[in-house]
């Protein structure tokens, strides 16, 4: 099952600068796009979601751009934070019920 | 602010053994879900529930797990013959609606099931 890509297993960024981390999705029934940092031993925690009638969402430091066309999705935190170390995970679905995860993209915020 | 809850949050089974994760949802969540992930694999999908009935399983979903919401706020996974390969950490998640709705799907610390 290889329905959502991220093909970035690591990045690192220094304190201060924008992060970008990306998405890629082979579905093009996917409608509904959410993002999940994880730190280990813990359950995702819920950033930012966006949908297809949309191609940009923003909640404070995180904006989700969506390209339908491309099938690609990005997440920036600007500007990024020591304590956004972490590894994030994007996920899709086609009818909000079933989410497709990706392998994720450990971040390194470098202070 | 309101978050799902897990337990326990390790459980150790033999194969072969009946194992029952249990979650609290977000007390004002309609739509519960249980996902797993392996260790070194993607978190993966397990099945949707809403109304007291199941709306959506994967292939994963098999004879072997059921789910039931007992009561008003507890949501619990049940495997009933565990195989080694079901260990992994089992999150449970919860969403107050479905699209066009609130369907953010917020999730649990998880259950570590390790079968030996």
């Known amino acids: 099952d290889q329905q959502v890509k991220q093909n970035s297993p690591s990045l690192s960024v220094q304190e201060g600068r924008i992060s970008i981390l990306n998405c890629d999705y082979t579905n093009s029934m996917f409608d509904y796009f959410l993002w999940y940092k994880k730190y280990p031993a813990e359950g995702p925690t819920f950033l930012i979601s966006i949908s297809s009638i949309k191609d940009k969402n923003e909640d404070g430091r995180f904006t989700v751009f969506l390209n339908k066309s491309a099938k690609h999705l990005s997440l920036h935190i600007v500007p990024s934070q020591p304590g956004d170390s972490a590894v994030y995970f994007c996920?899709?679905?086609?009818?909000?019920?079933?989410?497709?995860f990706g392998t994720g993209t450990s971040l390194t915020v470098i202070p | 602010e309101p978050e799902v809850t897990q337990t326990p949050s390790h459980q150790v089974t033999q194969m072969g053994q009946e194992v029952i994760l249990r979650c609290v949802p977000i007390s004002n969540h309609l739509y519960f879900y249980w996902y797993r992930q392996i260790l070194g694999q993607k978190v993966e999908f397990l099945v949707s529930?809403?109304?007291?009935?199941?709306?959506?399983k994967s292939e994963i979903f098999d004879d072997q797990f059921s789910v039931e919401r007992p009561d008003g706020s507890n949501f619990t996974l049940k495997i009933r013959s565990t195989k080694l390969e079901d260990s992994a950490m089992y999150f449970c998640a919860s969403s107050a609606d479905r699209p066009p709705g609130q369907y953010e799907q917020y999730f649990g610390p998880g259950t570590r099931l390790t079968v030996t």
């Open positions: 996920a899709a679905s086609a009818t909000g019920n079933q989410f497709y």
């Open positions: 529930f809403y109304n007291n009935e199941i709306s959506e």
